[in-house]
């Protein structure tokens, strides 16, 4: 059974920092790259950031180049997203996503509320 189950999440104040993380199970993890996407309310989804089967490049959209950063550890078979410097338009669901071609597989999402 695949799983991907992304945790970490929760309030934080702007300027703060969050450690989102991803486990996943049922599948060869390691032959697979990583997405991490976010979704605000009333926006569509929009891919986050991206990380190599190897772990050996990164991709980050615009908005968090600087201060967000992927990271993955294929023996625990596990991403993370460290948030630095979150801002208010950082607030959304953060699901992460594994792809290998046409096979793809999702997270239920977890929850960012930035609040002072």
């Known amino acids: 059974q695949v799983q991907l189950v992304e945790s970490g999440g929760g309030l934080v104040q702007p300027g703060g920092s969050l450690r989102l993380a991803c486990a996943a199970s049922g599948f060869d993890f390691s032959s697979y790259a990583m997405n991490w996407h976010r979704q605000a309310p009333g926006k569509e989804r929009e891919l986050v950031a991206a990380?190599?089967?190897?772990?050996?490049?990164?991709i980050y959209a615009d908005s968090v180049k600087g201060r967000f950063t992927m990271s993955r550890d294929n023996a625990e078979k596990i991403v993370h997203l460290q948030m630095n410097d979150v801002s208010p338009e950082d607030a959304a669901v953060y699901y992460c996503?594994?792809?290998?071609?046409?096979?793809?597989?999702w997270g239920q999402g977890t929850q960012v509320t930035v609040s002072s």
């Open positions: 996503q594994a792809v290998n071609g046409l096979s793809k597989y």
């Open positions: 990380i190599t089967r190897a772990g050996d490049s990164t």
